[in-house]
Antibody, heavy 118, light 107 residues
Framework: EVQLVGSGGGLVQPGGSLRLSCAAS????????MHWVRQAPGKGLVWLSR????????IYADSVRGRFTISRDNAKNTVYLQMNNLRADDTAIYYC???????????WGQGTTVTVSS | DIQMTQSPSSLSASVGDRVTITCRAS??????LGWYQQKPGKAPERLIY???SLQSGVPSRFSGSGSGTEFTLTISSLQPEDFATYYC?????????FGGGTKVEIK
């Protein structure tokens, strides 16, 4: 079964850091680019970042560039999102998703919740 | 950034109704558009890719059309399990951008 399982969310104070993980199974991980998307409570979907299949190429939304870092470990079939200097408006459900290069995301993880609050 | 204007933001419909949702892109995105369905507390699921191709396993009552800047998602006969929020996504240019969503509610 194709599956993405996110983890690492939680409650963090403003200015703090958190690392999200997304473990992939059931498919050839190295064939896919990986994305992170978030959804604030009661709001719509917002694309955050993408990493190429070999990990050499990354890109970010303006809202997180310089604070968030996407990476992947192809030996562990896992993609990460390191989040630093977190703010209250980073509070959201964070989804990982896979995509073939040039296509939209076809499989999504279940989401992991991040709450930034003092 | 490319703006995706989705309309309507919400609609009320009955089982069996034909429903149409539109997304307009602020610039030409060719056919680089996907449609997603999201139910409360769940991750989005892709319904349509490349503007008009049906995702495997998705019922044929869902269809997509359009290219360039105008796109449409149609549900030919609304079923009880279709009450959800729908989003379009452009993946032609980074940053990828989503439409604001359309919440389909029971009339």
């Amino acid at each position: 079964e194709v599956q993405l399982v996110g983890s690492g969310g939680g409650l963090v104070q403003p200015g703090g850091s958190l690392r999200l993980s997304c473990a992939a199974s059931g498919f050839t991980f190295t064939s896919y680019w990986m994305h992170w998307v978030r959804q604030a409570p009661g709001k719509g979907l917002v694309w955050l970042s993408r990493i190429s299949n070999n990990g050499r190429n990354t890109i970010y939304a303006d809202s997180v560039r310089g604070r968030f870092t996407i990476s992947r470990d192809n030996a562990k079939n896992t993609v990460y999102l390191q989040m630093n200097n977190l703010r209250a408006d980073d509070t959201a459900i964070y989804y990982c998703a896979r995509a073939i290069s040039g296509s939209s995301m076809d499989v999504w993880g279940q989401g992991t919740t991040v709450t930034v609050s003092s | 950034d490319i703006q995706m204007t989705q309309s309507p933001s919400s609609l009320s419909a009955s089982v069996g109704d034909r429903v149409t949702i539109t997304c307009r892109a602020s610039q030409d995105i060719r056919i680089d558009l996907g449609w997603y369905q999201q139910k409360p507390g769940k991750a989005p699921e892709r319904l349509i890719y490349a503007a008009s191709s049906l995702q495997s396993g998705v019922p044929s009552r869902f269809s997509g059309s359009g290219s360039g800047t105008e796109f449409t998602l149609t549900i030919s006969s609304l079923q009880p399990e279709d009450f959800a929020t729908y989003y379009c996504l452009q993946h032609d240019v980074y940053p990828f951008t989503f439409g604001g969503g359309t919440k389909v509610e029971i009339k």
